[in-house]
Each structure stands twice: as C-alpha cells, then as structure tokens.
C-alpha cells in the first residue's frame, strides 16, 4: 500500500534499518515493509556497509549505538562521505539526544527517540520520500533567505540551522559576538521551521527591568498585584504555536532562570497570581554574545540551564574569520541602501573590496551594514574607492602604533564613531588626546575588564597578545610570563 500520489509514480524508495537489537530492527522492518518501503537491515555497522554497497538504499535508519567497531556516528560519517544523496535518520535513547543532536550537525536529516513513534517515523519517511521525488535539481547555493554567505564557515552553519529548524520543538542556542547575525539567523529559523505561520517574538532579556521580566514573560491574572485590574497575556503566551527567542538571556536575573529552565522541561509556566500552571505549545531559541561558561563559573548563570541549553548550540564565526562573505554582503547591502536613499546602482573598487576584505570588523555584519549605508549616502561616484572607505572607516586598535593610515584625525575618528571600538571598552573623552595616550587607555581598560588575562585583553583589543606585549613593555607595564 504504498501511497502515491501522482501518476508518474515515482520509484519505490528503499529503506536501511540498522540496529543491534533484533526486537526493534524486527519492529521497523515489519512497519516499514508495511508502508510500502523496501527494506535491507543489518544488526551491525559492517554488515550495514555491505548493504550499501550491494542496495544503495535511499534512506538509512541508524541506531546511534551498535555494539560494534563502527557505532551509528561513524556510520553517518562514512554514509555522508560516500553517499552524499543517501538520507539518514538516527535513532537514540533518551539520553544521547546530545549525541542525535550532534548526529543532525553532521548531516542527519532528522532523530527519532526511542521508544519509537511510529506515526512520526511514518511521516518523517512520507516527507524524505517527497523530497526525494522532488530533488532531481541540484539545490542553488543561496536561497530565498536573503541570507547572503559564501564562506565554507557560513556554508556549514546554514546547513546545521537548516536541519535543526525542521525539529520544530527543539531548543537551540545561538552563540556569536555582537553583530555577527544572531537575531537574523533565529528569525530565519523560525521561517523555515513547521511554526513559521504562528507568531515569532523576540524577547530582550537585557532591556527588561528584573522586578518586570515575570510579568513581561509569564502574565498575570487579575489581582495579582494592586495595579493588576485585568488579567494579562505574557509574551510567552502570546507566542502561542510560534517561536520565542529569548535575546541576550545571559542577561536575565539568576532568580528567574529557574523558571526559565522549567518553561524548557516541562513547556509550562505560571502567570503570576495563578494557581495553576498553563501548558504552552512553542520552540524556544535562546541566543547570546556572553560566554556561558564562564557566567556560570561568575555564578551568574544556572549550571542547570546551561546544561539544558547546551544540547543544540550553534556559533556564529565573526566575520574577520569569513572574509569570504564580506563581497556578497558589501553588494547586497549595497543594493537596499541605493533603492533606500533612491540613488543610482554603487560598486566598490577592487582596491575598496581588499580593504573591506581585511578589515578585522568589531562590530561584524551590523558595522559592514552601517558603513555601506554611510558610503551610499557620502560618495558621489558610481563606484566607491578605497579612499572613501579609508577616510569613513574607523582604524582598528592593531593599526596603532603603525603608520597610521589616515592624517592626525584617527583619534578623534576612533571617539566620535565608537562602533570600531568594541563597547566593552569605549572610553570618555580623556585630556591628553594623543595616540600613545589614547592607546594606553584602551589598554588599561582592557586589562581591567579582563581581570588582567592579557589573551582576553588581546582579544577585546582585536590584537595579537605579542603585539599587547609588546605595548605594555613599551608602556613599562610588567609583563610577566603569565599563564591561564
Ligand atoms: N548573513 C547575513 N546576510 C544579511 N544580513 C545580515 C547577515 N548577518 C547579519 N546581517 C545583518 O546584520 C545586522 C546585525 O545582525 P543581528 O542584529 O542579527 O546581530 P546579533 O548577532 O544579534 O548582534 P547583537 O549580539 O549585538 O545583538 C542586522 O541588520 C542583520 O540584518
Ligand atoms: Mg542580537
């Protein structure tokens, strides 16, 4: 009873089922064959790979664990390197969710859990066999996202994100310095998850007041407080069937968390005043520029929650370590800032593209956005040189020290337009307003915030951590041989 649904009835797909357990292999089998499938199975890897030679099935099911020289893992790895079109669905305990997780990453279309749900199995494999039916065109590199990447970085972080936003219940945290594309890549997830019809709401944890987050989050019901005259929906709510993302969560008061992490276990939460707690139905995205690890040794995020967040996690490189994009970012940016301001179609130069290209980019996509804005808005010409560039772009700190590449005005540049200074360790406007003077600043700041760990320092700096070395002999501050 296979279920075709046009008359070109395509081709019956062919099902691998791996695992090491002959009670559940037997149970896929039989339900399997009885969709309409062609079933091969194997109780081992070896075995398996045998099959894959001989059949070349369409679709594998991998049991993350087989008691076996090659486990479901290595199997994948093997299946993604040698069949690239073959399409793999792992199989996992509860526990290795970590694991399927991190099977999805490397190219699992989609996990299933056991005790297995045959309905989901039986729609996951309708969907594969569909999409199977409908691939005979290679896919185009960019898409209909707007999303522009060229980078193999970026290339592998759009294709993780593509398969974690099909399991539309999954949590997943996004991780990146500011700027780099966080709250652009969750909304995308939300777009090209199953709940992309439903609501999609951002939450700033970070600009909610502690004592407003319950409220803000959760609702109340009327009466709760003294102000509470009607009951009222909180953002949680109001997402109902869609996606939230809690933006910056790293923020959010160490108290609250506690029922952040229950809203993630148990998809519940309770307004305030309630008696009762009111299940919810939504995918929770949680994204942030802090490092987490660190906040929970500093006690100010919950071990618990992090752990909870850590299982589908997804990092956003900073766009120096992808120079690749900048082009197809530059000209894109390009292209909505001259339809914005109405002016004529801009190019840059090649001498511009290679400075755009080299540029260490603090602020990442956000800072490439607000330059090309301001080039389309301050050049005259049709294409914008490098000149115009050099004179609009803020000098990042590693040009210190070296022939600056602008007049006497780059400290005063570096004030006026803070974005090339990482916020962290933006500074008043100091007396002595000499390079040295400012460098200096800049440095002892750095030092500062970073409890004087010269790699983070380097690092917040934009600078290698000889060249902050070598400034802090030069500044006769003692090195030391210090070691983290
Ligand atoms: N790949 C991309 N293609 C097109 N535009 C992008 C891309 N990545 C980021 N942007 C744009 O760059 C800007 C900054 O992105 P976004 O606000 O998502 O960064 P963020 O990582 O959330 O930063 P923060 O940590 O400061 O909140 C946005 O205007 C976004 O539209
Ligand atoms: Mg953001």
Redesign the pocket.
């Known amino acids: 009873m296979a279920t075709t649904k046009d008359a070109s009835a395509p081709r019956e797909k062919k099902v691998l089922i791996v695992d090491d357990e002959a009670l559940i292999r037997f149970g896929l089998e039989k339900f399997v064959k009885q969709e309409g499938y062609g079933v091969i199975s194997a109780g081992s890897g070896k075995k398996a790979l045998e099959l894959i030679e001989d059949h070349d099935p369409d679709i594998a099911l991998l049991d993350l664990k087989l008691q076996d020289s090659i486990d479901g893992l290595e199997l994948l790895g093997i299946i993604r390197k040698t069949r690239p079109k073959m399409v793999s669905i792992m199989i996992s305990g509860q526990t290795e969710i970590h694991a399927a997780v991190e099977a999805m990453k490397l190219g699992a279309r989609d996990y299933l859990e056991k005790p297995i749900d045959f309905d989901k199995l039986k729609s996951v494999l309708e969907a594969i066999s569909e999409e199977l039916d409908n691939s005979s065109e290679p896919e185009p590199e960019t898409d209909d996202l707007?999303?522009?990447?060229a980078s193999e970085k970026?290339k592998k972080v759009v294709a993780i994100m593509r398969r974690l936003a099909l399991k539309s219940d999954l949590t997943i945290l996004i991780l990146?310095?500011?700027?780099?594309?966080?709250?652009?890549?969750?909304q995308k997830i939300h777009e090209m998850s199953a709940r992309r019809e439903a609501p999609y709401v951002q939450i700033g944890c970070s600009n909610i007041p502690d004592h407003l987050i319950e409220s803000e989050l959760f609702g109340y019901e009327k009466g709760a407080f003294t102000d509470a005259k009607a009951a009222k929906k909180g953002l949680i709510e109001v997402a109902a069937g869609g996606t939230v993302l809690l933006?910056?969560l790293g923020d959010m008061p160490y108290q609250f968390q506690t029922k952040v992490l229950k809203l993630l276990e148990e998809r519940c939460f309770r307004r305030i005043g309630a008696l009762e707690d009111t299940p919810v139905d939504i995918r929770i995205l949680a994204?942030t520029?802090r490092d987490l690890k660190h906040e929970v040794q500093e006690k100010k995020f919950r071990l618990d929650l992090f752990y909870r967040l850590n299982i589908a996690t997804i990092e956003?490189p900073a766009l120096r370590e992808r120079s690749e994009?900048i082009p197809g970012?530059t000209n894109?940016?390009l292209g909505i800032f001259c339809k914005k301001y109405g002016v004529e179609a801009k190019t840059v130069s090649p001498e511009g593209m290679a400075v755009l290209m080299t540029y260490p980019w603090p602020g990442?996509?956000?800072q490439?956005?607000n330059l090309v804005e301001k080039l389309v808005v301050l050049s005259d010409g049709d294409e914008i040189t490098a000149a115009e560039i050099n004179e609009n772009l803020d000098p990042p700190l590693a040009s210190l020290g070296q022939p600056p590449p602008l007049t006497s005005a780059v400290s005063l540049a570096m004030m006026s337009a803070p974005q090339a200074v990482p916020a962290e360790i933006e500074a008043s406007l100091p007396d002595d307003l000499s390079l040295e003077a400012m460098e200096e600043r800049f440095i002892r700041r750095a030092l500062e915030k970073t409890n004087g760990n010269q790699r983070k320092a380097a690092n917040l700096l934009n600078i290698s951590r000889d060249a902050l070395r070598y400034r802090l002999k030069k500044m006769q501050i003692n090195v030391g041989d210090e070691e983290e």
């Open positions: 707007d999303l522009v990447f970026m990146g310095e500011s700027g780099t594309g966080k709250n652009f890549l969750c933006d910056e994204a520029n956003v994009d970012l894109s940016l990442n996509v956000r490439l956005k």
